[in-house]
């Protein structure tokens, strides 16, 4: 009746029921779309804030490595520096003690030597003139003899002096010597140690101070994700549904409902009417 009629009684609820499949399947693909690019865009920054953080933690470990291996060789440099300190007084007190050996020596050996000179030359004339005397001076000669045997012991004893002097200066020297070549090599060697570590903190140090800047580059980056990811938190994750929201979507798809539901019975009761007036005319074509 209704394809007679031209006119489909269901139309209105078809078209509102295909509205709100259209808007559903809509809603449905923005859903699966915004989904898609939530779960591209989470997973990568999520991938970029691990690598930043293992980078960070990689780095920021390597620094402190450094900064204790700088450390430890700027502690090492003072001590040699305080030995090399300490070596350099000792060193001047044995070079200020050779000194005065050596002085002491150089006034005390000429006098020494000069009375061993001395005492030889008088020897000498005592000898020689108790040698020439007549024999009847024997109590000269007794008297004489005397003294140069005391003048011998005297010579023997200067003669015995002066040579410990010279032994005693020499084996000084000999010390000295020895004692400052060691000094010397120490002083090198420590010299040495001392350059190298001193260049080994400056480099640590300089490259230190690299690892901070990239350190602080990578914090600045880190926070820039963070920041990015917090932004997609709040736009991909759907707060909880409250009570008055739920109860305002409850409302609305009844209200969609009943308005469907109301234009169905409006159109089956004007079918129904059609229907019977249909079958009132049959049968009074039918009686006439």
């Not at 300089?206 to 926070?223: N, P």
């Not at 009570?243 to 609305?252: S, T």
Request: aromatic share 4%; proline share 1%; hydrophobic share 40%.
């Amino acid at each position: 009746m209704s394809a007679r009629g031209g006119a489909d009684p269901f139309a209105k609820v078809r078209g509102l029921i295909e509205d709100m499949l259209k808007r559903l399947e809509e809603e449905a693909s923005a859903d699966a779309t915004k989904k898609a690019w939530c779960d591209k865009e989470s997973s990568e920054a999520t991938a970029k804030k691990d690598g930043l953080q293992a980078n960070i933690e990689k780095l920021s470990v390597k620094m402190d490595q450094m900064s204790s291996e700088s450390k430890k060789l700027k502690e090492e440099v003072a001590v040699l520096s305080k030995e090399l300190a300490d070596l350099a007084g000792t060193q001047a007190e044995m070079d200020k003690l050779r000194a005065e050996e050596k002085a002491v020596f150089d006034e005390n050996s000429p006098q020494m030597a000069q009375g061993v000179e001395g005492v030889k030359m008088t020897l000498k004339l005592l000898r020689e003139y108790y040698a020439a005397e007549d024999k009847d001076h024997a109590a000269s000669e007794g008297a004489g003899a005397g003294v140069i045997g005391l003048l011998e012991v005297a010579e023997s004893d200067f003669s015995k002096m002066l040579a410990e002097m010279k032994v005693n200066e020499q084996t000084a020297a000999l010390s000295y010597e020895a004692e400052s070549k060691d000094n010397a090599v120490t002083k090198a060697t420590k010299e040495k140690d001392v350059s190298y570590k001193t260049k080994e903190a400056a480099s640590l140090d300089k490259r230190v101070s690299e690892i901070k800047s990239d350190l602080d580059g990578l914090h600045t980056e880190l926070a820039a994700v963070m920041d990015y990811l917090k932004e997609i938190t709040a736009q991909c994750v759907t707060p909880p549904e409250t009570y008055a929201d739920r109860k305002q979507a409850r409302e609305a798809e009844i209200a969609g409902l009943q308005e469907a539901l109301t234009i169905l019975e409006n159109e089956a009761a004007l079918l129904q009417k059609r229907s019977v007036r249909h079958i009132l005319r049959g049968h009074a074509t039918l009686a006439a």
